[in-house]
């Protein structure tokens, strides 16, 4: 028995037209939904589903990893608050979310899981954009 192909490390997910840069242990990528603009996802490079399965020194990258993008990503979209999500439950390959809250956040003490709303999707030319601008926070 096999287990199933982890998305993550088969290439499936996210999509590679999503990549904003590669980060050292980890790749960020503009989530799908973008209803909370410039919600980020950080994928680590290596599968691992858990933190403790990481040396102390692969861990330390990954939370200076989760620092700088985290910046760019609220620095780019304005933020009052950033979110930091690590789930997994879907997906179960580290991955952070990383979600901007804006001051006009219409739920902004809810989690973004439980603010009802429909999945907003940008077209390419949007999807661009919203990546430009968080890589132009990266390295500032
Ligand atoms: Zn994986």
Redesign the pocket.
Known sequence: MTAPA?P??TGQWPPAGQRIADCGATVAYLHDDQFFAGWTVLVLKR?ATELWQLAPAERAALIEEVARVARAVGTAFDAVKLNYELLGNQIA?IHWHLIPRRADDPAPTAPVWTVAHAPRGLDAAGTAARIARIRSHLDA
């Open positions: 982890c993550a490390c599968h390959h």
